[in-house]
């Protein structure tokens, strides 16, 4: 849901999307794909994750992630995008 629930602080898509557009420089688009804890995500997820990388051609994203299980999330994406690419 989004929440971190150890500050009591909720940094959801909107949230997280109007810190971004707060410089008129950028142009930010935010695409919010499992909204769970790390602890419960599944390859099934990672795919999710996956195919909204895939989807940008701007080449600069970044994956907002909780630190339990983001080391099988990064395996994932770089085995399916191959090691080679710059994403």
């Given at each position: 849901?989004?929440?971190?629930?150890?500050?009591?602080?909720?940094?959801?898509?909107s949230?997280?999307?109007?810190?971004?557009?707060?410089?008129?420089?950028?142009?930010?688009?935010?695409?919010?794909?499992?909204?769970?804890d790390?602890?419960?995500?599944?390859?099934?997820?990672?795919?999710?994750?996956?195919?909204?990388v895939?989807?940008?051609?701007?080449?600069?994203?970044?994956?907002?992630?909780?630190?339990?299980?983001?080391?099988?999330?990064?395996?994932?994406?770089?085995?399916?995008?191959?090691?080679?690419?710059?994403?």
């Amino acid at each position: 849901d989004g929440t971190c629930h150890d500050l009591g602080i909720v940094a959801g898509p909107s949230l997280i999307e109007s810190m971004l557009n707060s410089d008129p420089k950028l142009k930010v688009s935010v695409a919010a794909v499992c909204n769970k804890d790390s602890r419960d995500l599944v390859d099934e997820d990672r795919e999710s994750i996956l195919c909204e990388v895939l989807r940008d051609s701007t080449g600069r994203i970044l994956v907002s992630h909780g630190t339990y299980t983001i080391c099988e999330t990064g395996r994932y994406l770089k085995t399916k995008l191959g090691a080679s690419t710059k994403r």
